[in-house]
């Protein structure tokens, strides 16, 4: 079992910047694919930047050039850069690895962390 601890989220003003971070319990994310997802008030959980194994990155269109997935496996630690911020962003952010071994799916979530966007 992994456990994802995730941190880094708040209030900030629309402009500005946060950095989510996402601490697996143990060393996986050198082999794991990574994602990222929110769930606004009244909306579905919606993918924001996915990230596979070996380092290729996609991003939905709305953060597209505003948002960067990265990782240190050294920390066992993903991260969510977010730049740009506007209130549309203000949703519950998730982190979630998974990976595929001997036709076994292992995925795992975060607990969620708060951000909000405003003035």
């Known amino acids: 079992q992994v456990q994802l601890v995730e941190s880094g989220g708040g209030l900030v003003q629309p402009g500005g910047s946060l950095r989510l971070s996402c601490a697996a319990s143990r060393s996986i994310f050198s082999i794991y694919a990574r994602d990222w997802y929110r769930q606004a008030p009244g909306k579905q959980r919606e993918l924001v930047a996915a990230?596979?194994?070996?380092?290729?990155?996609n991003y939905a269109d709305s953060v597209k050039g505003r948002f960067t997935i990265s990782r240190d496996n050294a920390k066992n630690t993903m991260y969510l850069q977010m730049n740009s911020l506007n209130p549309e962003d203000t949703a519950v952010y998730y982190c979630?690895?998974?990976?595929?071994?001997?036709?076994?799916?292992?995925?795992?979530w975060g607990q969620g962390t708060q951000v909000t966007v405003s003035s």
């Open positions: 979630h690895a998974h990976h595929t071994f001997d036709n076994i799916n292992y995925a795992y």
């Open positions: 990230s596979t194994s070996g380092g290729s990155t």
